[in-house]
């Protein structure tokens, strides 16, 4: 499998760069010194220094940043609870519960959107209240839930089936086994599921259009909103602020993963020595 | 990987158990024991019941809910009016449909050969590319549709660049005899058809790459190698192994890219201009535009889905049996 393929990866060196071209082009544009999208006219960093000053820009991104912690957090307790229980199942329970748990993966986002509005208006007659930043929280934990389960339930599977009463054996409660035993070997999917979730709801902007009514706006929403006009290059800064702080984030967890690789095998083989 | 660790507290205690009567203790275990981890299993179980509670008020209740809006009418008897409405927007779910298609294939005939020439780079190389791959999916999707914008205006990017190395010069000069041609001065590159399933595979191709990728790295390399000591040539290695062993990263690639692609609204809205309407600005308009009509709305999102479920049974039916010889 190791041939050299150099068509291949021409091939794959232009798709990188046709996906890139776009993210190059708004991040060029954010420091330039006039409006326009198109003709570049300067070097400039006012687009930065305005953004910070512009409120209506700072509260969405709020929103938005309170929606997606809040909203992967709790859905990460309750998927990873669910996701136990759903793994102490019999079969025969467990598969439709988890065909349902793939449902909102699966369907299209304006659907998703769509059937949760009906839901919250219909619901919101009866019992008087409006589409607001609750609504838009229900819609995101609920969106958020299934990614979770779907990383912690292989982790689960991981798990050596007698592990549950080897540690009540021992003497644990089952709140101890859960939270002493269980909770600390799926922790790595419980991480990446809250990862996902997280990226989810930042990413989002069909769901909450759908559900976040009138008086609340995210970021997604601000920027739409703004595309039938006219969209202001501090847009453009705050995306390019936001790729900076994921591609560091990014670089940071490699570069400490490939270091801990690098131990790992180093270890292997001081002990392969020792032996 | 599991690690064990025996705190001196437990320890105690089983010596103290042991030091009970042993005949007793074993028949009170075998009575108790069973039933037990039988209350254990029991109640962790009962751990996904608010989940289930969950699932049951914000996933199947808002679909019923889309079911009974597509068959009653605004006072709230049973209609079939709004499916017989829905004859009017035949040409809107043809569009959508063939844009969908197309963009997914595009995706297809792009993505494969990507995964493939990703697989076959070093696990670090890998990394880094499946990394840079992922990467723009943080920059707000609407931006980069945005972004789009800018490359494809009349006055955008693409045609600023084609004006400055003079090829509307050279086209027009092609014409000069011509005398009913009017000279251009761009291609018309947005608002087209076309511009709208650039969008689509510009923005859905990582969900064709990822899963086809993750599929042919797990592929047992023995599973190639015997192939070719048994005389196969790569064509037909790729052709009769690698390809059939990727056929399940291929459907759930399809099913990401199209899904997505068949429903969209924002891309052709940004991309497409105001009279290229897809199924998704249809539904939009009838929940939140000035066509406000729910029970409408219901009744196409219905059949979106009902298109959905089809199209991706079928495609699953391609796919059954193909993953044996997978490590996973």
């Known amino acids: 499998m190791t041939k050299k393929n150099t068509a291949g990866n021409i091939f794959t060196a232009l798709t990188y760069i046709f996906l890139y071209a776009p993210i190059v082009v708004l991040i060029v544009f954010s420091f330039n010194s006039t409006k326009s999208r198109t003709v570049w006219s300067g070097f400039t960093l006012n687009w930065y220094k305005e953004l910070f000053s512009d409120s209506l820009i700072m509260s969405s991104l709020q929103t938005t940043l309170m929606v997606s912690v809040l909203a992967s957090l709790i859905a990460a307790v309750i998927g990873t609870f669910a996701a136990i229980g759903f793994y102490s199942m019999k079969k025969q329970w467990r598969a439709p519960f988890l065909t349902v748990n793939n449902i909102p993966v699966i369907n299209a986002d304006i659907i998703t959107g769509v059937s949760l509005s009906l839901l919250f208006v219909s619901a919101g007659l009866f019992m008087g209240f409006e589409l607001g930043f609750g609504t838009l929280l229900i819609a995101h934990i609920s969106f958020d839930i299934p990614y979770v389960i779907l990383s912690v339930m292989p982790k689960l599977y991981q798990l050596d089936r007698n592990l549950f009463e080897a540690a009540q054996d021992l003497g644990c409660t089952w709140f101890q086994t859960i939270y002493k035993v269980v909770i600390p070997e799926i922790m790595p999917g419980i991480i990446n599921g809250l990862l996902i979730a997280f990226t989810m709801s930042v990413d989002d902007f069909v769901i909450s259009y759908f559900t976040a009514g009138s008086s609340v706006e995210t970021l997604s929403m601000a920027i739409y909103a703004m595309t039938r006009r006219r969209i202001s290059p501090k847009i453009n800064a705050i995306s390019t602020l936001l790729f900076a702080v994921v591609l560091i984030l990014l670089i940071i967890v490699n570069v400490r993963e490939a270091r801990q690789q690098k131990a790992n095998i180093k270890k292997q083989k001081m002990l392969k020595g020792s032996n | ?328």
């Open chain 2, 1 to 328: 990987m599991t690690s064990f660790r025996l705190t001196p507290v437990t320890e105690g205690r089983r010596m103290n158990r042991s030091s009970a009567p042993a005949g007793f203790k074993e028949r009170v275990a075998s009575v108790w024991l069973p039933v037990k981890s039988f209350l254990e299993r029991y109640r962790r179980q009962s751990f996904a019941y608010p989940y289930v509670l969950w699932m049951a008020l914000f996933v199947v209740i808002p679909i019923i809910l889309i079911g009974v809006y597509a068959f009653t009418s605004a006072e709230g008897g049973f209609t079939l009016e709004n499916f017989s409405g829905i004859t009017n927007y035949i040409p809107v779910f043809g569009r959508s449909l063939w844009l969908a298609l197309v963009a997914t294939a595009i995706c297809f005939i792009i993505g494969y050969p990507v995964a493939l020439a990703i697989s076959r780079m070093d696990a670090k190389a890998q990394r880094i590319m499946l990394m840079l791959i992922m990467l723009p999916m943080w920059i707000n999707f609407l931006l980069r549709t945005y972004a789009w914008m800018s490359l494809l205006e009349n006055t955008g990017l693409i045609n600023r660049m084609l004006a400055a190395i003079g090829v509307f010069d050279w086209i027009n000069a092609m014409h000069s005899g011509n005398p009913n041609y009017t000279p251009i001065t761009h291609f018309q590159l947005i608002n087209t058809n076309g511009a709208v399933v650039l969008g689509m595979v510009y923005n859905y191709l990582p969900f064709m790459i990822l899963p086809i990728q993750s599929v042919i790295v797990k592929i047992d390399p023995f599973v190639i190698e015997a192939a070719q000591d048994l005389g196969a040539s790569s064509r037909t290695v790729f052709r009769k192994v690698i390809f059939p062993l990727s056929l399940s990263g291929v459907i759930s690639g399809i099913t990401m890219v199209f899904v997505p692609s068949v429903s969209t609204f924002v891309i052709s809205r940004l991309l497409g201009g105001s009279t290229n309407m897809l199924l998704g600005d249809l539904i939009e308009m009838q929940f939140m535009g000035a066509a406000y009509n729910p029970h409408l709305g219901s009744a196409i999102s219905l059949i979106m889905m009902a298109i959905v479920v089809i199209c991706m049974s079928v495609m699953n039916k391609f796919g059954e049996g193909e993953e044996q010889a997978v490590v996973m």
